[in-house]
């Protein structure tokens, strides 16, 4: 069980600090306790069982484990996937999205920013599904990122960039 004031990965929102814990009745009468919790990046509350399976709720990576992840970034072989058929391109991007692992979230942005600089070397366009999943993915893990090494979101969006850079330059 997590307790009041810590960070969780909740799902496809992100990060959440837990701000409660409460008994609630529900519809069948029953008492249930709920974490009530507040996204970092999203103006709302949610409010889910404590023992609910059908979210996935993690505590989110350390300090370490952050510097570490980005440490590995110019090491990383991302290879970008292709696919002309859309369904085969979200199955691919939901199942890495829905893995709700940090490592797989790094590999898929830089995997797609690889694909986008190809394409666009090649005076081809960028697609909208590509980009979609791009933003889902630099969404949950810069958030992750920066509640972990305790900085803002575009901080981290500037480290990881140099990361990628450094990548790319080898």
Known sequence: MYQ?????????????RV????????????ERLYYVM????KACVISVPVDSDKVFIRPI???????????????MDCPAFHSRV????NEHYTALL??????DWM??????HA??????????????????YLKQAEELLFGELSAALEISREQVREYVGAQIENLEAS
Do not use: H, W
């Not at 009041?4 to 959440?16: A, I, K, Q």
């Not at 829905?98 to 490592?103: E, G, I, W």
């Not at 694909?115 to 979609?132: A, P």
């Open 4 to 16: 009041v004031g810590e960070l969780v990965s909740y799902g496809s929102t992100g990060v959440c």
């Open 19 to 30: 701000s409660e814990i409460i008994n609630q009745a529900c519809p069948d009468g029953e």
């Open 38 to 41: 507040e996204p970092l990046y």
């Open 61 to 75: 990576i350390t300090r370490d484990q952050a510097r570490r992840m980005i440490e590995l970034i110019p090491t």
């Open 86 to 89: 859309g369904r085969e391109l």
């Open 98 to 103: 829905k893995s709700y692992d940090c490592r």
């Open 107 to 112: 590999e898929m942005t830089i995997s797609i």
């Open 115 to 132: 694909k986008k600089r190809t394409l666009l070397s090649q005076k081809r366009k960028f697609g909208s599904v590509d980009e979609r």
